[in-house]
């Protein structure tokens, strides 16, 4: 079985800040971590290798230094690692992205299971993975919660805005994961070491079969005018004695009873 997890190295969302004048992300001194979700993706594949065996190839499109996040997914235990490169690449939103990664799911000779983490932390968007499976035409659940796979087929308990949803699905599958549907194992000491010292592959517009015009900031609809922080309603007040904060919710006639 072939198992193909998409990932994404990200920003550290609790130290990013935002320059006032450009409008833009610093991102400049920042720590850039494996998305969370995406190593709930990584847990689930490496699960089903746990049990069933797979290959597990974890699959990447950033900067060069990306491929320290694919090391780490090796460290864990993917089996091997590729990272998409390219200044034909940059800028892409969320609809080129996922045409380059489509691309080079087909040029590896696809998979018959495609995970994903269920958004990242500094798009937020939650649009790849779903985006990804249309263009190689399979079927996909996403927000998944609990997965089982048996008989070539994986059924997911996914979760809603109002509830939860059983759904099957034949293989290839595309398969998004939330950070409930398991706790992420660390990095194996062993594996590190030989993570350390492998060189991930990189390809660039050359290696898949996709044009200029259907990557990067070219094939990008979206395009984002500025970024920025909004500003705080009102200070908040600490109080430690809960007798003064009954006092004053009371005041305020936000609980019952008038203070004396």
Not at 12 to 25: A, M, R, S, W, Y
Not at 70 to 95: N, Q, S, V
Not at 132 to 158: G, H, Y
Request: proline share 5%; charged share 25%; glycine share 6%.
């Amino acid at each position: 079985m072939r198992i193909i997890v998409c990932v994404k190295q990200v920003p550290n969302t609790d130290e990013v800040k935002i320059d006032p004048v450009k409008g833009t992300l610093i991102r400049e001194g920042v720590p850039s971590i494996l998305n969370p979700d995406d190593a709930n993706a990584l847990e689930a594949a490496l699960k089903i290798k746990d049990e069933f065996g797979a290959r597990v190839t974890v699959l990447s499109m950033g900067p060069k230094q990306a491929a320290f996040a694919l090391k780490e997914c090796l460290a864990m235990g993917a089996d091997d690692a590729l990272l998409l490169c390219d200044r034909a690449f940059a800028g892409g939103d969320t609809w080129a992205t996922s045409n380059t990664l489509a691309a080079a799911i087909k040029a590896l000779g696809g998979a018959d299971l495609i995970l994903a983490g269920s958004q990242a932390i500094d798009g937020d968007t939650a649009q790849v993975g779903p985006q990804i499976a249309a263009k190689l035409d399979i079927p996909q659940i996403t927000f998944a919660i609990e997965l089982q796979l048996k008989d070539s087929k994986i059924s997911a308990k996914r979760q809603t805005q109002t509830g939860y949803e059983l759904i099957e699905a034949p293989l290839p599958a595309l398969l998004t994961a939330t950070r409930d549907l398991n706790v992420p194992r660390h990095m194996n000491a062993a594996l590190l070491i030989n993570a350390t010292e492998t060189e991930v592959p990189v390809w660039g517009l050359k290696d898949i079969n996709i044009s200029e015009d259907e990557t990067g900031l070219k094939a990008s609809p979206t395009r984002v005018i500025k970024s920025f922080v909004p500003p705080l309603k009102a200070k908040g007040k600490i109080v430690s004695d809960i007798s003064a904060v009954i006092k004053e919710l009371k005041a305020k006639r936000l609980i019952g009873g008038v203070s004396s």
